[in-house]
């Protein structure tokens, strides 16, 4: 154990981060172990992954100090934020900020930076096809990730650029799953017309980041995008149609309702779903799923996903 490299992981308690230390853990002949941060160490989570054998220890993205500290002797780092927690992009770049200040200050070989594309160098805030949100972004929980890409550019850090995509756990977590409509009948909604959206398995996001960290040099300073499957919201409908057992269909509102439809944040994810129908292609394009999959080899699809998950789906 003691000559294994350690990978500190941000999040670690969470989707992507419990991915990359499950990863890391249950792999006996690796050459890397996990420390995974979290703010409390003592909660389920945290002790479930203590149990995996992980090194647990505290830290907290706003705190420079706590984050040089919990880098300290590792190898290399796995680094999101967590946009949904504060809804705030400016918090957002400066936490990014603070994990690669102190991943430079701990002269760190190899980190990987949990991003996403600044929609804004596709629609400018002076394109009116889409409403400029919070005064400086079109999709800001896209954008600021984005935008922070340049301070681990700008301070030369070892990093590779993780472009992740759509989880299917939405369709438990994040009230997207089928919803009754007027009629009595189950559909999701999404703006995405008939274009496809990249989705994948939140823990085959960790699997992936692992993937990263085993090929080591060869991934420095690229920008890898993840994906399961490419899929329209009428193929995510029929998929979840067979899983269930029951019909679901597939609503396909304009993204101008979507962003009226009034939970916290409706206007980012109306905007994020207008981008990856208009830039489809460029979305897609930059998730290669071969790629992917030469990374984690056990990557799921949408199908097999369900089969292990339809019964956490909520059907409202
Ligand atoms: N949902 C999607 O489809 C999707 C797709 C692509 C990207 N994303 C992005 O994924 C990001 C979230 O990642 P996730 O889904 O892995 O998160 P998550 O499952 O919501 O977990 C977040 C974890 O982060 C930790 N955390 C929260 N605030 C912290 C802080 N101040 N300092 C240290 N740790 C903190 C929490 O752990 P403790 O409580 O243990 O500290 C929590 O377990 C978001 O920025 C989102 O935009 C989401």
């Not at 009116?128 to 919070?134: E, G, N």
């Not at 992740?164 to 799953?177: K, V």
């Not at 799923?289 to 699809?301: A, E």
């Amino acid at each position: 154990m003691a000559d294994k490299k350690i990978i500190a992981v941000v999040g670690a308690t969470g989707a992507q981060g419990s991915g990359l230390v499950r990863a890391i853990m249950s792999d006996v002949n690796s050459d890397f172990t996990a420390r995974a941060l979290t703010r409390n160490v003592n909660s389920d989570k945290a002790k479930e992954l203590a149990e995996l054998g992980a090194e647990v220890v505290t830290a907290d993205v706003d705190n420079l100090e706590s984050l040089k500290k919990a880098f300290q002797g590792a190898y290399g780092a796995f680094c999101v934020t967590f946009f949904w927690e504060h809804f705030s992009p400016e918090k957002e770049f400066a936490q990014a900020k603070a994990m690669a200040t102190a991943a430079k200050d701990d002269g760190l070989e190899h980190i990987i930076w949990s991003t996403l594309e600044d929609t804004r160098q596709w629609i400018p805030l002076s394109d009116s096809r889409m409403p400029t949100l919070m005064g400086h972004y079109k999709v800001p929980h896209l954008d600021a990730k984005g935008e922070a890409n340049q301070v681990f550019t700008e301070l030369a850090l070892p990093t590779t650029f993780l472009l992740t995509s759509f989880y299917w756990e939405n369709f438990i977590y994040f009230g997207m799953g089928p919803k009754k409509g007027p009629d009595g009948k189950l559909a999701i909604t999404m703006p995405m017309g008939d274009k496809k959206l990249p989705g994948i398995a939140a823990e085959d996001i960790g699997k992936c980041a692992y993937g990263i960290f085993k090929k080591g040099r060869e991934f420095i300073g690229k920008t890898i995008g993840i994906a399961g499957e490419h899929l329209t919201g009428a193929q995510m409908a029929e998929a979840l149609t067979k899983a269930l057992g029951q019909e679901v269909g597939y609503n396909d509102v304009p993204p101008e309702v979507y962003r009226s439809l009034g939970f916290p944040g409706a206007d980012d994810l109306g905007n994020m779903f207008q981008f990856n129908r208009d830039f489809a292609q460029d979305f897609c394009g930059a998730r290669n799923l071969d790629v992917t999959r030469g990374l984690n080899p056990s990557l799921q699809t949408f199908e097999q996903w369900l089969s292990q998950n339809k019964s956490r789906i909520p059907l409202g």
